[in-house]
């Protein structure tokens, strides 16, 4: 028994000239290390999502204010053309009313 209590006591404190080899211990990295070592794999990925997403809501956007616009455009445009065509209604009206007015005068005053 006293033995195996002294092979323990050597596997525990061994001494220099000890058959059995140790592995130095490694020092702990710090956490923040560690967490950046970790995240390296999938860092590039969460970038490349990360613009995607950038990438989409800028052209989100960019469809939004573009699709604004042409719409604005397109009420100015049918504005115009009601204006237009209005215009248009009132020229003739008045070359009836000219005409009508020809019509009515007596026949003594076209000579």
């Given at each position: 028994?006293?033995?195996?209590?002294?092979?323990?006591?050597?596997?525990?404190?061994?001494?220099?000239?000890?058959?059995?080899?140790?592995?130095p211990i490694k020092k702990k990295r710090p956490i923040s290390?560690?967490?950046?070592?970790?995240?390296?794999?999938?860092?590039?990925?969460?970038i490349n999502n990360k613009k995607m997403r950038q990438e989409?809501?800028?052209?989100?956007?960019?469809?939004?204010?573009?699709?604004?616009?042409?719409?604005?455009?397109?009420?100015?445009?049918?504005?115009?053309?009601?204006?237009?065509?209005?215009?248009?209604?009132?020229?003739?009206?008045v070359i009836e009313h000219h005409e009508d007015e020809q019509?009515?005068?007596?026949?003594?005053?076209?000579?």
């Amino acid at each position: 028994m006293s033995n195996s209590s002294s092979q323990s006591q050597e596997l525990v404190n061994p001494t220099p000239n000890s058959s059995i080899s140790y592995k130095p211990i490694k020092k702990k990295r710090p956490i923040s290390n560690l967490n950046q070592s970790l995240l390296k794999p999938f860092k590039s990925p969460l970038i490349n999502n990360k613009k995607m997403r950038q990438e989409q809501t800028m052209q989100s956007k960019k469809t939004l204010v573009h699709e604004a616009r042409e719409a604005q455009v397109r009420e100015v445009r049918e504005a115009q053309a009601q204006n237009q065509i209005s215009r248009n209604n009132q020229q003739t009206q008045v070359i009836e009313h000219h005409e009508d007015e020809q019509v009515l005068m007596p026949i003594t005053s076209k000579e």
